[in-house]
C-alpha cells in the first residue's frame, strides 16, 4: 500500500469522525457534510504525492472543508435554490431519545440552526472560534484572513444570533465557549 493510502486510511481510522463532525456544525446536514468532507479529502490525496504525517493530514483535510464549504456558500448565492433543506431533520431523533436533557438537547439544536442560518465565513469563524476554541489569531490563519476581519465577522455574527437566540452568552475573552441555558422545563 503507497503511503499517502496509509495515511488516508490512519486519518479516517482516527480522525475521521471528528472531521465529520466538524463538516457537519458547518452544513447542518449528514448527506452534505460526507459529500464535503469526501469533497475535501479528494482534495487533499488526489495528488497521491509523498506521505504526510497524520496531524499535517488532519489540517489540510480541515482546512480543505472549510475552503469548499466557503466556496460551495458562494455558489449557492448566486444559484436558484432547488428545495430548502430542514437543518433540523437530522436532529428530531436525536431530541427524542435524550429525555432528561431535553432542554438541553433542544437549546443546542436551536443554537445549531441559528448557526445555520449565518452566511458562510461567519458561520465558519464562530464555529471554529466559539465550539473549536481557537483562539483569533489560529482562525485568521485557518481561513487565509486578518484577524481584524475575523473579528469583524465574529462580531456580525454574535448581533445576528443574539437577535435570532437571545440566550446565547457569548464571553470577550479569546477562549471562550458558547454557553446555552434554557430555563428549566422548557423546551424551544
Known sequence: MSDWRQTLDVLMRERGSALFGYAYVLTGSAPHAEDLLQDALVR?????????????AHMYVKRAITTAFIDG???????????????????????????????AVA?????????????PRERACVVLHYLEDMPLASVAA???????????????????????????????????????????????
Open 142 to 188: 485557518e481561513l487565509g484572513l486578518a484577524v481584524g476581519t475575523v473579528k469583524r465577522y465574529l462580531a456580525d455574527a454574535v448581533s445576528r444570533l443574539r437577535v435570532t437566540y437571545t440566550d446565547i452568552d457569548f464571553t470577550p475573552s479569546h477562549d471562550a465557549t458558547v454557553r446555552v441555558t434554557a430555563p428549566e422545563g422548557q423546551h424551544r
Open 107 to 119: 437549546a443546542t439544536l436551536d443554537l445549531h440552526a441559528a448557526i445555520l442560518e449565518l452566511p
Open 73 to 103: 456558500g458562494r455558489r449557492s448565492a448566486v444559484r436558484p435554490k432547488a428545495a430548502d433543506v430542514d437543518p433540523t431533520d437530522d436532529a428530531v431523533a436525536t431530541k427524542s431519545a435524550i429525555g432528561d436533557h431535553a432542554s
Open 44 to 56: 487533499t490525496f488526489r495528488t497521491g504525492k509523498s506521505s504526510r504525517g497524520l496531524d499535517s
